[in-house]
């Protein structure tokens, strides 16, 4: 929680752009195609990935943003569930001018969100990769927030924007969104899982990690890596999200070589 809340330093290249009349904090760098696509956990900024854009930005064309309410994005009107801010992201990067399909990259939250988008619109999406991603059940059984320890909730309410809160109380209908919908097929997915939370022992700790080992199951065909760090993949160990962005490209591409060849 500690990591998922600090602040972290401006990052270079953030630009604010008025899109639908709302101003939205982001960075695009690179050229290239399929262009990849970040997405930001609860409450986290596009700085998180700062050690991890400029290495993509070698290969092809980058996006990251501040969700409405994070940073100086402005705040929306819209509800926070996964269907509005998917809709938002897929406008945002029309208005940028970047067209799919996407490598979509989400860590936390930010993961589920983008498993929403790729089983909603799967012609968009070139390859997925999670990131230590929210589990479409996160919030169901012992991780309900009603058996947090108290501190958590506290922590939580204090320390977070409303932006943050209500996508937080909207993950049981973005997961049940996710899950009435088909896997994404016949694309490149690497999941990303971070090892060391699973030495910790509470009842709420083997809840999350349960569902932390169980979402590769949702993606037929997916790499699971188990990464040495705690949650906070992007800043703890960036080179390995940037080895899985790599691999998840160079298969996409291949996949679409092979296509025209047919």
Known sequence: ??????????????????????????????????????????????????????????????????????????????PRDGSHVIEELRQNLRETGIAPPYVLVGHSL???????????????????????????????????????????????????????????????????????????SGKPVIVLSAKGPMSETSELARDANAKRVDIARLHPGAKQVWVDSGHGIPLERPEAVVAAIRDVLTAARARVASAGQK
């Open 110 to 184: 930010g993961g589920l969100y983008m498993q929403l988008y790729a089983r909603r619109y799967p012609n968009e999406v070139a390859g997925l990769v999670l990131v230590d991603s929210t589990h479409p059940e996160q919030m169901k059984g012992a991780g309900a927030r009603e058996n947090w320890p108290t501190w958590a909730n506290i922590a939580l309410n204090a320390l977070t924007s409303d932006a943050a809160k209500a996508e937080l109380a909207a993950i049981p209908e973005t997961g049940a969104a996710m899950l009435a919908l088909p896997p994404l």
């Open 1 to 78: 929680m500690s990591l998922a809340l600090a602040g972290c330093a401006t990052m270079e290249g953030m630009t604010t752009s008025v899109i639908a009349e709302k101003r939205i904090e982001l960075v695009t760098a690179g050229q290239g195609a399929p262009a990849v696509v970040f997405e930001n956990g609860l409450g986290g900024r596009l700085d998180w990935w700062a050690k991890v854009l400029p290495e993509v930005a070698r290969e092809t064309r980058v996006f990251a943003y501040n969700r409405p309410g994070t940073g100086t994005s402005d705040t929306a009107s819209t």
